[in-house]
């Protein structure tokens, strides 16, 4: 196995093993293009989605699929012994991106924003 097939599994398997732990169910992980920007993906429902229309209820959802969001990120770096990249490859930023958004959803449901 190649240095980067390695790095993709590392990061591909610890969304999974991220979201079995807490208690999302885990649909697949794929080691192949999963569309036109992405060398691989982990696919897992969504807690965010399946929490109904309670704000509480919401935002523990989206705390949960920004813990899998960022353990990819995470694996990476861990993987790499903490060396920096030269650039972040394009699934770390979608990562980082996403949970960044998610995040913002928060914080505009907790202020009493509509969303």
């Known amino acids: 196995m190649t240095k980067r097939r390695a790095a993709t599994a590392y ?3 610890s969304h999974a093993v991220i979201a079995r732990v807490l ?3 885990v649909l697949g ?3 192949f293009p999963t ?3 992405n060398r691989a993906g982990s696919l897992t429902y969504s807690a965010s989605y399946y ?3 309670d704000k509480l ?3 523990a959802g989206l705390e949960i699929d920004i813990k899998i969001g960022l353990a990819g990120p995470i694996a990476d770096a861990r993987h790499s012994k903490g060396r920096p990249s ?3 490859k394009h699934g770390e930023v979608d ?3 996403r949970s960044r958004s998610m995040a913002a959803e928060i914080a505009l449901l907790m202020a009493g924003e509509p969303f």
């Open 11 to 13: 990061h591909e398997a």
């Open 35 to 37: 569309d036109d920007v």
């Open 29 to 31: 992980v794929a080691m």
């Open 57 to 59: 209820a919401r935002i």
């Open 23 to 25: 208690g999302v169910e």
């Open 95 to 97: 990562d980082i991106v």
């Open 51 to 53: 929490s109904g229309a």
């Open 86 to 88: 030269r650039s972040m």
